[in-house]
């Protein structure tokens, strides 16, 4: 029988990553970004792209939370410090850690489905969830 993976070892298996002719990475940032908003979570600007958490609070806590690299050719999702679920930290946020797991989970789903409908364009591509 297989084991169910912890919500830090499932946060951790979060990857997808697309390979688009350039034109097209605009149009698809566009797409995931209204995957998120969806999903009830935010988009905050980053150096490399985007993080996407329900407000600032989650980032300046150091909770784990998706990230979105957006390059020249390529779009890459994963989620930034999977190992720093902790308890104490969530309840200063006003969660609990199986609430906070599905959060991302839902918004993961969401982008995912955003890759799935690009992966016939798509020059390269991973697309990994728990």
Not at 36 to 49: I, K, S
């Amino acid at each position: 029988m297989a084991r169910t993976p912890s919500p830090t070892e499932g946060l951790q298996e979060i990857q997808m990553l697309i390979i688009l002719r350039p034109g097209l990475v605009r149009e698809f940032v566009r797409e995931v970004l209204e995957a998120v908003r969806r999903a009830g979570l935010n988009a905050y600007p980053r150096a490399e792209g985007y993080a996407f958490m329900r407000d600032e609070i989650v980032g300046r806590l150091g909770l784990p939370h998706l990230r979105c690299a957006v390059m020249l050719d390529r779009v890459v999702v994963w989620v930034r410090d999977p190992y720093n679920l902790r308890n104490d930290l969530l309840s200063a946020a006003g969660m609990s850690a199986d609430e906070y797991f599905e959060e991302i989970m839902v918004a993961a789903g969401e982008i995912a489905r955003v890759y799935e409908k690009y992966r016939a364009l798509a020059s390269g591509y991973l697309l990994k969830l728990p």
